[in-house]
């Protein structure tokens, strides 16, 4: 778990140069967009991480192979834990941002917006809310950590 951990931290470092470096200065939406896979990779090698827990205390059987399926299977395995079930449907919804039909405005300056439609719904990643995800981010790894990493 925590070799695991120290590459969720890798793609989190990644996005963090990402948000401070290269949006402060291009204010593009592929550079959101570029965080949002960021911040996708590190959910899911974390993910991965409590799937193997999750196996070696003989709670699962066997890893399942997609991400998608992982994800489900750790909402199932981790029910009654409130904040990682919380943090994995975060997960499945930057997913659905990735694969979501998006658009661009303001691009090159300091507001720049995505807006991205997800289950009929409109929602705008901008500056400041990719930074709130990344953030967000931040307090998983380190529950994460708290909880399972003695």
């Known amino acids: 778990m925590r070799e695991l951990l ?3 931290k890798e793609e989190l470092k990644r996005a963090d140069h ?3 470096v290269s949006l402060k200065y ?3 939406v592929d ?3 570029s965080v949002i896979e960021r911040l996708i990779n590190f959910y899911e090698i974390v993910i991965r991480g409590l799937l193997e827990r999750a196996k070696e205390k003989k709670l699962i059987q066997r890893l399942p192979g997609s991400q998608g399926m992982q994800a489900d299977v750790a909402k199932e395995v981790y029910k009654t834990d409130e904040e ?4 994995i449907r975060f997960y499945l919804l930057l997913r659905k941002m990735r694969h979501g039909k998006y658009t661009r405005a303001h691009e090159f300056r300091r507001n720049v917006t995505m807006t991205v439609t997800v289950d009929n719904q409109l929602i705008e990643v901008n500056i400041d809310i990719i930074t709130e995800y990344y953030k967000r981010s931040l307090m998983f790894l380190d529950y994460v950590k708290e909880k399972f990493v003695k």
């Open 84 to 87: 990682i079930f919380n943090y």
């Open 6 to 8: 120290g590459e969720a």
């Open 18 to 20: 990402l948000i401070y």
């Open 26 to 28: 291009t204010r593009s």
């Open 31 to 33: 550079v959101i967009r």
